[in-house]
């Protein structure tokens, strides 16, 4: 089991910035890419950005420029680095890990999620 726990999560105003973080815990080993979904209200769940256990990243484009995921191997941590955030970026952000099992399957685990609410 991979326990994942986020923070960072706030009220900012629009232009502002936060930071995210996921802390990764338990049974890490095989943890191949990590990342970021958001869930706004009626909404659903949706992409973010990831990164690998490489370090390659990938972004969803309304975020693209303005967000910035980045991992520390030693600290099992991935951030969300939020500049430039807009109203419609409010959301609950979710960290997720895939780790691959034994058999080659993939599990996909999550944390409980924090607030983002970007208001004036």
């Known amino acids: 089991q991979v326990q994942l726990v986020e923070s960072g999560g706030g009220l900012v105003q629009p232009g502002g910035s936060l930071r995210l973080s996921c802390a990764a815990s338990?049974?890490?080993?095989?943890?191949?890419?990590m990342g970021w979904y958001r869930q706004a209200p009626g909404k659903q769940r949706e992409y973010v950005a990831d990164i690998t256990t490489g370090g390659s990243t990938n972004y969803a484009n309304s975020v693209k420029g303005r967000f910035t995921i980045s991992r520390d191997a030693a600290k099992n941590t991935t951030y969300l680095q939020m500049n430039s955030l807009k109203p419609e970026d409010t959301a609950v952000y979710y960290c997720n890990a895939d780790k691959t099992n034994w058999g080659g399957t993939i599990t996909r685990y999550w944390g409980q999620g924090t607030q983002v609410t970007v208001s004036s």
């Open positions: 338990g049974s890490i080993f095989r943890i191949n890419a």
